[in-house]
Structures are given as C-alpha cells and as structure tokens.
C-alpha cells in the first residue's frame, strides 16, 4: 500500500483511532495527518480522537485534534491502530459516511472490518506498518517525531518481544532526522507526576502474587481514584512496573470504569498470549500486551483469568 496513490482524487480525508488513545494510536494518527498535510495540502483532513495525555502534546498536530465527530461524507477514512469497529465508538458515524474507509494495524485480534485492510501483526506498533506506507523522501521531522513516538511506546522502549531488526532499523531512521530521542523518551514514558507516583507506590504496596508467584495482580478502585483526582490515563505505568516483579510471567492491573464495571491491563513475558484472554472477555490487544472491559467481581474476573492462564500452562507444557 502507498499512501499517496491511495488518496488519489480525495479532497475530504478523516482519521481516527481506538478509545482512549494511547501512544502508538496518538502517534500513528498524528504522523498520517502530518504526511498528508506535508504533501497534498490541498486535501482537507483532520484527526478525531478521544483527547490524548498531555504528554504527546509536543507531537506536531496535536491542538488540531478533534474530539467531536463532524457531520461530513469523507472521500476516505482511516482507522489507525483499532482492531474493530466497536472500538471507534465516539466517531463511528465518520466512519459510516466514508466512500472509502482504510484499516492500517498490527493487533492480531483485528476483525478486518473496513473496506480495505494492511494488518500486520508481526509488528512491533501500528506506527511501524504505517512508515511502510510512506515514500521514505516525503517523511520529515515533524513526522519521524510521531513514528519514534509510537514505536518505543509500543515497543516499551525497544525492551518487548515485538521488537524487531525492521523496528530497530526504523527507529534509526527516524533518529537520523533530528528529533530529540532522548527527550521524547523520558517525557512521554517514563516521566510521572508526583500524584502518578503516590498511586504506583500504593498499587505496588497492595499488589497480590498468585498461581506460584507466576502472576501479580492490582486493582485500583474509584475511591483511590478519587482521592488522588486521577483517572485512567495516569495509571499506565503502574502494569509496566508489576511486570517487571521478579518471577511474574503475567502482571494484571484493574481499576473501577463504572458501576460494578472494571477495565483490565495485562502484560506477560515469554509464554501466556494475553491477546487470547482479552478476545475471550471481548477484548483484544498483542501476544504480550492486552485489555479488556468486563463486569463482575474482581474475584469472580481474576479466578476465571487465572484459569484461563492455567489452561495455556497446561497446553504449554
């Protein structure tokens, strides 16, 4: 796919991504938005996204962003980094009064729901499959900036099984440009709040170790949300930090998102495919990083979690 033969005749382009938007669904939107504006200004196209964490606000294109669906018929439209339709909520309608709608993705639970789909799942961020769309020529700073972004976030600075000698190779590139990688990364992903770190330390504090030490979970409930003034998107940190626990194959975090309603991260190591759990609970995500909404107890969703756990163990073995 090249993105420019693909927009061909388009004056009216939309993209957007999945819920609540993390680094490489921001990055991946932003530097499509960019590499069209940079190089068929003419078209009309705009980015509409659940509004991201401030931390991504040095990515060009980031004011622009549009958090209420508009009322156009659009030539084409993107979804960038979304495995199903179901995931776009907030703009499905965009999607709907598209002539043409675009998937470009890497999650292996992706449904294959647009029109036309490049689904990678071999790669390391959707950010990765996107730069093989581009003309290596027509790709500037501004744009390299987005690509990095969405790799490391993805990638976990480079530190996950997803990473790849073409991960590697692009991540390079983009360095080559200018950008400032050292910057990029302790501002977009490791730095944290001081509130960020009273609430890690607490979730670490209140952590449960389970099924031989091989899994630690954490749940973080409304109360402590509210107490802290923090929601979803200041808990990130807290899934990379469980998993890096010593003898943890598979590291759970849950916080409260509604009455009775829990959203559930889960990251693993070498042998539990998370992605097949959250499929299961209508989720979706990688091998080693994925998420799910479900409701329940916290006791009832970890019992069925850990049994399903067991189950690959078992197969496994």
């Keep these: 796919m090249n993105i420019i033969e693909e927009l061909k005749g388009c004056n009216v382009v ?23 504006r940079l190089n068929l200004p003419e078209v009309d196209v705009n980015v509409y996204l659940e509004q991201p964490g401030v931390e991504f606000s040095y990515l ?125 990364i302790d501002n977009s992903f490791y730095k944290k709040t001081y509130i960020q770190n009273q609430i890690l330390g607490r979730a670490l504090l209140e952590s449960v170790l389970f099924y031989d030490g091989k899994c630690i979970f954490s749940n973080v409930t409304k109360e402590e949300m509210d107490f802290y003034g923090v929601t979803g998107k200041e808990l990130g940190g807290i899934i990379e930090q469980l998993r890096l626990t010593e003898g943890v194959e598979v590291a759970i975090l849950m916080y409260d998102c509604g009455e009775n309603e829990h959203k559930v991260s889960m990251r693993s190591k070498k042998f539990i495919d998370v992605s097949k759990i959250a499929v299961a609970f209508g989720g979706g995500g990688h091998v080693r990083a994925a998420g799910f909404t479900a409701r329940g107890t916290i006791y009832d969703l970890i019992n069925k979690i850990g049994e399903m756990i067991e189950e690959q163990y078992e197969r496994n073995n």
């Design 14 to 36: 939309g993209i957007t991504g999945h819920v609540r938007p993390d680094g490489d669904c921001t990055s991946s939107t932003l530097a499509l938005y960019n590499y069209i």
């Design 60 to 184: 060009k294109g980031f004011n622009d962003i549009k958090n209420i669906p508009e009322d156009k018929i659009f030539d084409l439209f993107f979804v960038l980094d979304c495995s199903s339709s179901d995931r776009i909520e907030p703009f499905i309608s965009c999607f709907n009064n598209a002539k043409k709608t675009i998937c470009i993705d890497h999650h292996v639970s992706n449904n294959q729901f647009a029109q036309q789909n490049l689904v990678k799942p071999e790669a390391s961020s959707t950010c990765e499959v996107l730069y093989e769309t581009f003309d290596e020529d027509k790709i500037d700073k501004n744009i390299a900036e987005c690509i990095y972004t969405g790799i490391i976030h993805d990638t976990g600075v480079f530190k996950y099984s997803c990473t790849s000698l073409k991960t590697m190779t692009i991540a390079g590139k983009m360095m080559a440009m200018g950008i400032d990688y050292s910057d990029i």
